[in-house]
């Protein structure tokens, strides 16, 4: 069965950390792009960060991700939580990864997963 699986998400007070996973079932992750989004209460969904298929591991301001392929599984460590990062993430493959750094939602795809919630109280 083909799949994205995220975890991870949870309750955490500001200026903490969490690490997000996507792990993959029924194909190879380090054969896409991954990118991931994340869905604010009232806010349309918005990309967060993408990896091509050739880094390993990237790094943007508070968020890194990264790839274990060994696990076939990609991971997105966010430092310095603020309650404005509470949201439903999701991965997704990018079979355009082109753009990323830069996730973008148009290119996201085929595969999505189902999300996990992220809480950082104010």
């Known amino acids: 069965q083909v799949q994205l699986v995220e975890s991870g998400g949870g309750l955490v007070q500001p200026g903490g950390s969490l690490r997000l996973s996507c792990a993959a079932s029924?194909?190879?992750?380090?054969?896409?792009?991954i990118g991931w989004f994340r869905h604010m209460p009232g806010k349309e969904r918005e990309g967060v960060l993408c990896?091509?298929?050739r880094d390993g591991s990237l790094v943007n301001g508070r968020f890194t991700i990264y790839r274990d392929n060994a696990k076939n599984t990609v991971y997105l460590q966010m430092n310095n939580l603020k309650p404005e990062d509470t949201a439903v993430y999701y991965c997704?493959?990018?079979?355009?990864?082109?753009?990323?750094?830069?996730?973008?939602?148009?290119?996201?795809?085929?595969?999505w997963g189902k999300g996990t919630l992220v809480t950082v109280p104010s």
């Open positions: 029924g194909f190879t992750l380090d054969d896409y792009g």
């Open positions: 997704a493959t990018v079979q355009d990864d082109s753009s990323c750094p830069t996730a973008t939602e148009l290119k996201a795809g085929p595969y």
């Open positions: 990896i091509n298929r």
